[in-house]
């Protein structure tokens, strides 16, 4: 399974942040498997911002839920991130991950640099 995220580098203040996790290798569809967000800003920890089912059911971190929206595109076996409202605060690398049957992101891309700034 690989995944491949891509968007831009720099977003500005206020704008929206846009990035898709392309998968090879297995089906967003397939069943008891979710597709996760998760982002590491510098010098902090991971923050797990959400996650979408094979079923399209999203469910997200509370602290990013108002500003948050995941989809997916299933004919190109990819999905999105969306993130509205951003702030400096929202400069992170990026993942995009699997999270299988157990509850354990097992297959992860390689992460995107995301810089917030004017």
């Known amino acids: 399974v690989q995944l491949q995220e891509s968007g831009p580098g720099l977003v500005k203040p206020s704008q929206t942040l846009s990035l898709t996790c392309a998968v090879s290798?297995?089906?967003?569809?397939?069943?008891?498997?979710?597709w996760s967000w998760i982002r590491q800003p510098p010098g902090k920890g991971l923050e797990w911002i959400g996650h979408?089912?094979?079923?399209?059911?999203?469910v997200y971190n509370p602290s990013l839920q108002s500003r948050a929206s995941i989809s997916r595109d299933t004919s190109n076996n990819q999905f999105s991130l969306h993130l509205s409202s951003v702030t400096p605060e929202d400069t992170a690398v990026y993942y995009c991950?699997?999270?299988?049957?157990?509850?354990?992101?097992?297959?992860w891309g390689q992460g995107t640099q995301v810089t917030v700034s004017s």
């Open positions: 979408i089912a094979s079923s399209g059911i999203n």
């Open positions: 991950a699997r999270l299988s049957r157990t509850w354990t992101h097992d297959y």
């Open positions: 290798g297995d089906s967003i569809t397939t069943n008891n498997y979710c």
